[in-house]
């Protein structure tokens, strides 16, 4: 009976003491829960301005961190990695993680948690475009004298708050600025193309435009909303039309006002050349007779300008002798020629500068004959027509300005003869005023002297003592139109 009670005392001693084992064991996981982080969700900095990220945290007395399990850590491709280590308040002392020494051991401040502030403190100092992004605050703990690991962790995001302005390529290079066509050139720029997506164009000016074009865009490297800074190596084949040209780097980013600041390259010389020279005559005629006026000029594209060589064989000979030989005698003038100016002429251009290049050349030829009759046919052209050579024909030609000239000189008659008639009349009318008006002169009034035959009485002449003779016709009977004479 005894043996039977001491069994079931026993028995529920075990079914309580599991009992409390399992209350212990739920009371500890609850504890688990209690340990927390606190950071910042999104920390908003300016590029001059240290990043700060801080975490805190709070655990009960069963809730054990050991050495090295407070970490800061970034995210790099989507996977986070230590940049600190921490310890708990008189652990091991912080550090840098040894893969990140090279980005952070010089330019960070670690402030390890204490009794007073269980801080994990990680400061990074001047902070560059990759410093922004996701950081983590990782802590791992044990709880009791439990094996099992909890571990808890919260992110923090950095981002830069304000734009930057993009500056002047600090270089750029264009590499060589002598070469042949076809080649290639180099061109290096580098720039602070400030935030955010800055980039770096590349523009062309060729030398005869004064629009530039557009060559070369880089991608935007960034990191959230900073960009970094960028560098540019472009390769472009060259054609003779970029002789002369002149390369731009500018940089820019969204915020950027066109145009954005920029650096120029040197001029650049492209090697070409010479193309097969075209020869031509002025004036053209198959044809040419002693005394007529000639040049012949020979012209190809060419950088540099092409040294000229003429030759050609005089007159009735068979060999070739040179005539000029320079870099501006692209041309031979003839202010007369002559029977021994005939033959085939060669121009050969040479580009010094491509000593491997074939020479190039081209050839004329000049018929030069006598001009003794060649007007001897002229005799059947009429007046208004001009004798003309065509080849070696003599033709008559209508000069058109001879029936013009003839109009204007009938003009120019009929015009003086007109003129002479006019003069003559006024002259005419002139001179028969001047009679008509001695005639009235002629007929004045009486003078104050008294003939000597007249007697004068008292100061008066006495009616008896004038002569009347007979009246004019056109005096009337009434003595209208009579002439009268003051007293």
């Known amino acids: 009976m005894k043996t039977s009670r001491i069994v079931l005392y026993l028995n529920n001693m075990d079914k309580i003491k599991v009992m409390l084992l399992i209350l212990h064991v739920m009371i500890l996981e609850k504890n688990v829960s ?131 302005e993009a500056k002047e390529p600090t270089k750029f290079l264009v590499l060589p600025i002598e070469l042949e066509e076809k080649q290639s050139i180099s061109l290096i720029c580098n720039a602070d193309v400030g935030r955010p997506r800055g980039n770096i164009q590349i ?78 005559l002025t004036p053209y005629k198959t044809m040419y007779f002693v005394g007529d006026p000639l040049t012949i000029q020979c012209t190809t594209d060419s950088n540099p300008p092409p040294v000229f060589t003429w030759s050609y064989p005089p007159y009735n000979k068979s060999e070739k002798n040179p005539i000029e030989h320079s870099n501006e005698k692209f041309k031979l003038v003839f202010d007369s020629v002559q029977i021994e100016n005939s033959g085939t002429y060669t121009c050969t251009v040479i580009n010094t500068a491509r000593p491997n290049s074939p020479n190039m050349t081209s050839s004329v030829s000049v018929n030069v004959k006598k001009s003794e009759g060649i007007y001897s046919e002229c005799d059947q052209c009429g007046y ?23 109009v204007c000189i009938l003009l120019s008659a009929a015009f003086a003869v007109a003129s002479t008639v006019m003069i003559m009349q006024r002259k ?19 003078s104050d002297a008294a003939p000597e035959n007249v007697e004068i009485h008292g100061g008066y002449i006495s009616p008896a003592d004038l002569e009347f003779g007979t009246l004019p016709a056109t005096v009337t009977q009434e003595g209208k139109g009579g002439a009268y004479s003051r007293l």
């Open 428 to 446: 005419r009318t002139q001179e028969s005023i001047a009679t008509n008006t001695i005639l009235i002169e002629n007929r004045s009034p009486l």
């Open 34 to 164: 209690s340990l927390t982080l606190i950071t910042e969700e999104v920390i908003d900095i300016s590029k001059e301005e240290n990043i700060i990220l801080n975490c805190t945290y709070q655990n009960e007395t069963e809730e054990i961190i050991s050495d090295k399990n407070i970490r800061w850590r970034v995210r790099e491709n989507n996977v986070f990695k230590d940049v600190a280590v921490f310890s708990r308040p008189g652990g091991y002392p912080p550090y840098i993680a040894p893969k990140m020494k090279d980005l952070y051991i010089n330019r960070t401040e670690l402030i390890a948690p204490t009794n007073f502030q269980l801080s994990a403190v990680l400061i990074i100092k001047n902070p560059v475009c990759t410093d922004a992004g996701p950081y983590q605050c990782w802590i791992q703990y044990t709880v009791g004298r439990l094996d099992t690991i909890y571990v808890r962790h919260k992110t923090s995001i950095v981002q830069f708050n304000e734009t930057a």
């Open 203 to 280: 523009w062309k000016i060729l030398q005869n435009l004064k629009t530039s074009e557009l060559i070369y865009t880089s991608n935007s490297t960034e990191t959230e909303n900073c960009t970094e800074y960028v560098n540019v190596t472009l390769i472009l084949p060259v054609t003779r039309e970029d002789n002369g040209a002149i390369f731009r780097c500018s940089s820019q980013n969204d915020f950027t006002e066109e145009p954005g600041p920029s650096r120029n390259s040197s001029t650049i010389s492209v090697i070409y050349g010479p193309d097969k020279p075209i020869i031509t």
């Open 384 to 406: 208004i027509e001009t004798c003309q050579q065509s080849g070696e024909k003599t033709v008559c030609v209508v000069n058109i300005w001879m029936p013009i000239a003839v």
